[in-house]
C-alpha cells in the first residue's frame, strides 16, 4: 500500500508562483511512476503532469507547458509540483497519484486527498 499527502496549496494572484508537494508512505516510492491531476469545479478530472521513477523523463499537459515543474526526490519519498505564472485557468483541487509501471504510463493506483488551488485574478 501507498499513502499519498499532498501540501502547498493555497491562494496566489495570477502570476505568481506555488510549489505543491507529495509525501509518500512506504519502501517502494522509487519503483512507481508519479504524477499530478486536477480537477475545477464542474469539470472532470484532467492530467497536469507526470514524471518516471527516476526522475529522467517527464511529461505535461500542453495547459501547463513551459509554466509548470514536476521533480522528485526519491530518498525522501516526496515528489513537487512547482507552479509558475499561473493563470485563474489553474485553480482547481490538485492530486497527486501513483501507479506503475514506473514510467509515463503508470496506471495509477494510488491517489492522495488533494489540495486547493486557488489563482485570483
Known amino acids: 500500500q501507498v499513502q499519498l499527502v499532498e501540501s502547498g496549496g493555497g491562494l496566489v494572484q495570477a502570476g505568481g508562483s506555488l510549489r505543491l508537494s507529495c509525501a509518500a508512505s512506504?519502501?517502494?516510492?522509487?519503483?512507481?511512476?508519479m504524477g499530478w491531476f486536477r480537477q475545477a469545479p464542474g469539470k472532470e478530472r484532467e492530467f497536469v503532469a507526470a514524471?518516471?521513477?527516476?526522475?529522467?523523463?517527464?511529461g505535461y499537459a500542453d495547459s501547463v507547458k513551459g509554466r509548470f515543474t514536476i521533480s522528485r526526490d526519491n530518498p525522501k519519498n516526496t515528489v513537487y509540483l512547482q507552479m509558475n505564472s499561473l493563470k485563474p485557468e489553474d485553480t482547481a483541487v490538485y492530486y497527486c497519484?501513483?501507479?506503475?509501471?514506473?514510467?509515463?504510463?503508470?496506471?495509477?493506483?494510488?491517489w492522495g486527498q488533494g489540495t486547493q488551488v486557488t489563482v485570483s485574478s
Open positions: 512506504g519502501r517502494t516510492f522509487s519503483t512507481l511512476g
Open positions: 497519484a501513483a501507479g506503475r509501471p514506473g514510467g509515463l504510463s503508470a496506471i495509477y493506483d494510488y
Open positions: 514524471i518516471d521513477w527516476g526522475g529522467g523523463i517527464t
